[in-house]
């Protein structure tokens, strides 16, 4: 069974940055997608940021676009989150998730429903 591990997080300035790392336990294959959710208090979970190993398409939340940087490495099933200039509504739970898709259209990556495995999650906190 696959399990992901994340690290990273923790406590930051607005404009700060942090970077979130995961790192699936087994290897994965074709058409799957490895990606970062987040979700704040009292709000649902949503999707930031996600990577198809196929084709390498990247997707990202409009509201991290120019922020964050998702990269990976399908070898070790590995990926980081680089969040740079950092905002006080970045504040979340972040989880690191994956799953297979196999057509990687920017609504099927940004759907919580398409991913069977979950990281424990990590908390980011941006004080302003």
């Known amino acids: 069974q696959m399990q992901l591990m994340e690290s990273g997080g923790g406590l930051a300035q607005t404009g700060g940055s942090l970077r979130l790392s995961c790192r699936g336990s087994t290897r994965t294959y074709s058409a799957y997608v490895m990606a970062w959710f987040r979700q704040a208090p009292g709000r649902e979970r949503e999707f930031v940021a996600g990577?198809?190993?196929?084709?390498?398409?990247?997707h990202y939340q409009d509201s991290v676009k120019g922020r964050f940087t998702i990269s990976g490495d399908k070898s070790r099933n590995a990926i980081n989150l680089q969040m740079n200039n950092l905002k006080p509504e970045d504040t979340a739970v972040y989880y690191c998730?994956?799953?297979?898709?196999?057509?990687?259209?920017?609504?099927?990556?940004?759907?919580?429903?398409?991913?069977?495995?979950w990281g424990q999650g990590t908390q980011v906190t941006v004080s302003s």
């Open positions: 990577i198809s190993w196929d084709d390498d398409f990247i």
């Open positions: 998730a994956t799953g297979r898709i196999r057509v990687p259209t920017r609504r099927a990556m940004s759907s919580s429903d398409r991913y069977d495995y």
